[in-house]
């Protein structure tokens, strides 16, 4: 991944909501956000029945900033021990 690339996600991360995140499937054909630290309700989505919803919320919810900041530390370590060779 391009470093440009990688420092945009970085910055989107530390923006957004703190996880990690959650999902509850709604009874009206909604799937709800929660964020875990502080609990709160971020979003509501209404989805239409698509094949993949319902993977596509659980992925959503596992992407939360502290995820994807751990990977983007990860990455750094990994290029940093790739560097050092």
Request: net charge negative; proline share 5%.
């Amino acid at each position: 991944m391009e470093r440009a690339k990688l420092e945009a996600l970085e910055e989107l991360a530390l923006a957004a909501s703190a996880g990690p995140w959650e999902v509850e499937f709604g009874d009206l054909g909604s799937y709800i956000f929660f964020s875990k630290q502080p609990t709160r309700r971020m979003a509501e989505i209404t989805y239409r029945n698509n094949p993949n919803d319902e993977n596509d919320a659980s992925f959503i919810a596992a992407a939360s900033p502290d995820v994807v900041l751990a990977l983007i530390k990860r990455v750094r370590e990994l290029e940093e021990a790739h560097a050092v060779r």
